[in-house]
């Protein structure tokens, strides 16, 4: 429950001053990183523990504060592929927040992780209180999402020119 007199707790201190490293929220300022701060939330991770699964639903998403998180995707043979590690200020799962479809991928903890997450609900709690926050947050994901097309249609383009069929 949000508090009335506007101080964070120590948690939400703690949650600011992590967005604060982070350079998806390096435009955003004090009062934004605090109104963010009290919509999201910690979840450990023990080794080997799955994030989530493809095909699940998606409903928040995260940043690695610390730990290793493996992310894989299911081949056309039905066999998970290592395709990214994700270790302290990595993001996950922003295309939940975006568009509410299914998860594209698995993801599991190599070692003990902590992620702090914004939850679809807790974002759309913030885009009722402050609409030009929640929009600066669907621009930097957009970026985000952006960037990481190009970098895989990059990687793709590599992998045709090396395996041409």
């Known amino acids: 429950m949000p508090r009335k007199d506007n101080k964070l707790s120590h948690t939400e201190e703690e949650t600011r001053e992590f967005l604060l490293s982070l350079s998806l929220f390096e435009s955003f300022d ?47 043979s039905g066999e998970n592929i290592t395709i990214a590690r994700l270790a302290r200020g990595s993001s996950i799962g922003e295309m939940s ?49 952006s960037l990481n097309m190009r970098r895989t249609s990059s990687k793709l383009a590599d992998l045709l020119n090396t395996n041409p069929t």
Request: hydrophobic share 45%; glycine share 6%.
């Open 30 to 76: 004090i009062d934004e990183l605090s109104l963010l701060a009290r919509h999201m939330s910690y979840i450990q991770l023990q080794r080997g523990e799955f994030l989530f699964v493809e095909g699940d639903k998606g409903d928040f998403m995260g940043f690695v504060v610390h730990g290793v998180l493996e992310v894989m995707k299911k081949s056309a």
């Open 97 to 145: 927040i975006i568009d509410k479809s299914p998860r594209s991928a698995t993801v599991v903890s190599r070692q003990a992780t902590t992620m702090l997450t914004l939850t679809l609900k807790g974002f759309e709690k913030l885009l009722a209180k402050s609409p030009t926050t929640a929009v600066k947050i669907i621009r930097k994901i957009a970026r985000l999402l």
